[in-house]
Each structure stands twice: as structure tokens, then as C-alpha cells.
């Protein structure tokens, strides 16, 4: 099992890096599969997370000059490792006028991703930096645990408003109380609300448009012939919504979420250079 | 001086004005003396045969106050004047600023008895000059919130500097930072290869700060570990000196400095190379031989709590926070004669809080 990887580009180095940053604002620990092709940074629904879980899917080509990943076997060329991505973060902080940063999967102690950084110096010789970051190896039997999760029958699906200003409102929110309610309708309408003994604050928003899913297989998805006006609502942890949005440190490509009646909400937001999902489970 | 202690120790002695800090839990000292010709009068009052110069401590926070925007007091104070009344039990700061205003500020102050840590420079067996820049620069890679970190010297000569993980904590959840510098980096370099100390990053950072506004080079003296270390500023009008406890290393009071459990660094420097390609490649040869039991590169341990025991009970200071137990191996002591070999390596009296000398 090995892994090597290298950054030289620094706008890469500065996509990757505000990737891993959003990435550890939302978990304390995580999985991060590599494939051939493809890193995933892997949050399942476990009762620590609230019961959230986060899917971020990214393309290797487009962070890194040099790729190289030897998964368990041959069969399963793929590697899971448990990680703090806080520390990933802290790592590459500090690397951002970096001649190069190398990533390496070693086990000097225990297993860790080392992660050396060399910067530019005034001396002859360059400034190396390492960090060896500690991680767990998740065994292969254990690999079913972290699937994509699929999307949910959802009732209605929406695009997000402008990020900034969804975040803003969010944060206001968030000093009054613990718990918003996001409904939304298909008829590009969506409203935030949170209600208190003293107060009750809503946020309006019209016009974001309903992003078209084709059904896979023909059949009928419950948005299907649903009435345009009606609205499907989840009361959520405000606290988990405002990291996700104060993640975002650039506009996405694209961004929507899916609403399930009362059950959870999944936001897809999509990059240029990768995909994030997260899902919100609603409070009983 | 405020990121060390609560309290502000002012010495006035014939060679100019000391303001020294001590924090609580005595592992570190600072001090800064202002040359006579720092000042544009400077008067430190006469001592008598049996007296002493004046000396006084007053809390940090109050002075500090005074002091407290300092682009505008640049803008509209034209001088400031420092006085001290005994008989008044007032420290005196008068501010004579733009427009005729004076402010004067009357600082309650508390008699002292002398400050002084006992180090010695030229006692160290390795000396680092760099400019402050060098150094803030290395510092920048460690988290704010890092406790302790270590500075070492690999058989090639290279310094690296690499986060402390306590014993405690499990190696294996931890993340470990380290990196090098190279010696033409320094100004001048003195060192014995495979030496290291262990100190705390916060108080050094205060000084580092100090020293990149004031540009000034920093030097690093130091010694075994559990031997503290003294970083010095040098200036033709001002003295600093920055005192700090050493985590204290058990296995070199046995085994010489180059053979003190250095083990697997100085493989990995010894094939160190310019950049990083070659680095990788001689991280991986070294790897298939991790020998022995897991262990932290630089095996430090605690002094036992049986040598300290006696230390705390005189010295009757609680460890504060930061440092925390096991820099108890300090260098303040009470009513103790630094002759005493058996305690020497457990702890170094450096200053004594007896009264009279």
C-alpha cells in the first residue's frame, strides 16, 4: 500500500488547500479514500456527527502534477484512511508560497501522511517543513461502511440562493436561535425560519429556480405531479448549516439542496474541481 | 515583559534602567536594560553605603495602560517622564503631550526585593546568532496554541526546530511538525552536533516579536538539557535577555551529549539534501528499518517526581500555566547555595528570594 503524491502549481495548492479547510470546518475526523483517479473526503452519519454525513468528491488531475496510488490489492486498488483534516489544514497553512508540497503515505511509527513543504529561502538550500499527520488505516472489510450515499426520494429540489447572502442570514440567525426550518417549493421559492418564545424571524427567497432531475428509470419520483405551491420544510441544526456555508470561501458552480419532507435536507454543491454533498438530518 | 509576568519589575542601577518579568511559575525571566544614554535624562537616584538603588514592582496591566495606543501617544506625546517617590509609595508617569496637556499618572507600587535569575552566557556550551526574521519565519509553521517545541542540532549541522509531544500524549494521534535550517542561514553558529533543548514557545514568540520590530539579531545560548536557555538581544542602548527553563532529559545525565538518544533524526540528516526530491527518496530508504520500540525522536523524559518533591515543598510556587510540571526543573529557588553538586541537575538555583545579600 503506498502513496505519493505532489503539488507544484500554487493556484492548485491554494484550491486544495481552501478545499481541505471547508472539509475541516465540517468534521473533526473523516475518511479519505484514494483511488486511481479520484480523493473522497468521507463523512458517514454516525450519532457523533448529529447525524450528519458529507460526501466531497475530487479529481486528482486537477490539484496534483504527480499521482501515484497502490491500493490493499490488486482487486481493491483503493486506500481509506481515518484523518483529522484540521491538521491537513494547519499543514498546508503555512504552504501557500511553496515551491512544492509532497504528500506521502509512511509508517516510521505509525501509519501518517507526511507531508513536507519546500519553501522558498534566502539560503542556498530551500526550507523544508514536514508534518507527519497520524492517520488510521480503515481494513478492507470495513470499506462497505463508507458508500456513496445515494439521493434521497426528495420531495422538492431547489437552487440555493447566493451563498453570501444565505450565510449572512444564517449567522444572524444563528445568535437567536438553535434550530431553522428550511422550506422550499417547486416553484423557486424557498423561505429560512426560526421561531423563539419572544420572536419569530423568516427569510424570504424567490425566483432560484428548480434544478431538472430526470427520473433514472421512468418511474415517478415523489416530486413528480406534486403541486407547484406546496412547501417541503425540515427544522435542522442551525449550527451545521452555518459551517457548511461558512465553508464556502468561493462561489460553486452550482449549488442546490433536496428536500425530504420533515426528514433531512441534502445540499450538493459543485465546484470546478470537485463535488461536495452534505447531508442534514431534520430534528424530530 | 507583559507575556511573561503580572508584575513589572523596575530596577534603576548605574548602568541604566532594568525592567525585568518573572512568571508565575518562575521558568521564565526576561529582562531589558536602557543605557543611560537611552534616556534624555536619566537619574538613578544615589545610594548610600547601606542602602540600595530604589527598586519597585508595579502591576503589569496598570503601566501597560498607560501605554496603550502607541500610534497615537507617537502623534501627540513629546515626552515622558518616570518618577519614582518613595516616600509617596508612587511611581509616577507623567505624559507631557501636544497643546500644553500633561497627563500624570500615579502608579501604587509594591518594595522588592531583587529580581535576578542566575544564568551565565558564557557557561553555554552552543551559541546561535540569527536575524529575528529567520526565526518568525520558522515559528510561523507551528500552531499558536503549541506548548513547547524543540530545537536541535543534527550531526550534519542542520537546526530543526520540531513540536514537543508529552509523553501523555498518544504519539500516534498527535501530528508532529518539524523543520531545518541551514547554517549559513545563521549569522554565527556554535553548536555541538546531536545537542537539543526543549522550551516554551509563547514567552519566545514575545521576544521574537520584539526583536523583528526592532530588527535586531537574535542570539541563542544554551546548553544540556534541564539547563536553561538564554536568548539575547544586543543593541549600543539596550540589554535584553530572555531566561527559560529546559524540559530536563534523565538519559543525558548518564550518557554523553552525542550519544543522547538522538536516534533516528540524524539518519534522515545525514542524507539530507537541498530539495525535496532527494529528501523523499532518503525518507524512504530509511524507512524499512524503524528498529526498536516506537518511540519520539527526541526520548525525553521527566524529571522523576521524587527529585522534585523536595523542590516544591520550599519552593512552595505553584506550577502556573504554561510551563506546566515538568519544567519544574527550574531555575528559581529558595535559601539554597548553588554550591550543592547533588541537586545541580535537578535543579538550578538561579536566584535567591532570601532578603540581603
Redesign the interface.
Known sequence: MRFRAKIVDLACLNHFSRIINTIAKLAKTCILRLTVCKLYFILSDKVANGGASMWCELSQGNFFDEFQMDGVAAEHNEIYLELVPENLSRALKTAQSAKAVKIKLSNKHCPCLRVAVELPSLSSSSRIVTHDIPVGVIPRRMWNDFREPSVPDFDVSIYLPVLKTMKSVVEKMKNLSNFIVIEANLNGEMNLKIETDLVSVTTHFKDLGNPPWASEDGCQSSARGRDLESMAEACIDIKKLQQLLAGQQVNPTKALCNIVHKRIVHFILLHEEGSLQYFIPAIA | LSRIGDELYLEPTESGLSLRAVNSSRSAFASFLFAPLFFQLYEPGSAGPDTELFRCKVHMKSFLGIFRSLPSLEKSVGKCLILLKPRASRLVLQLHCKYGVTKTHNLAFQECERLQAVFDTQRCTSRLCAPAR?LA??V??F?PTLAEVTLGIGPSGKISLRNYVEDEAE????????????E??FQSVAVAPGSHITFCLKEFRGLLSFAEASNLPLTIHFDEPGRPVIFTLDDTVLEVHLVLATLSDLESNSQSPSTNGVS?LPALSDEFA???ES??AA?ETN?GG?EGP???TFPLRTPQPAESEPEEEEEGAVPGTPPHKKFRSLFFGSVMTPGRPGLATTQEVLAEDSDGE
Open positions: 529567520l519565519d520558522a510561523v509553521h500552531p504519539p500516534s494521534k498527535t501530528m508532529v511538525t518539524e523543520l531545518w535550517l541551514a549559513d542561514e533516528h537541498d530539495d525535496l529528501y523523499m525518507m524507512e524503524s516506537p518511540s519520539p
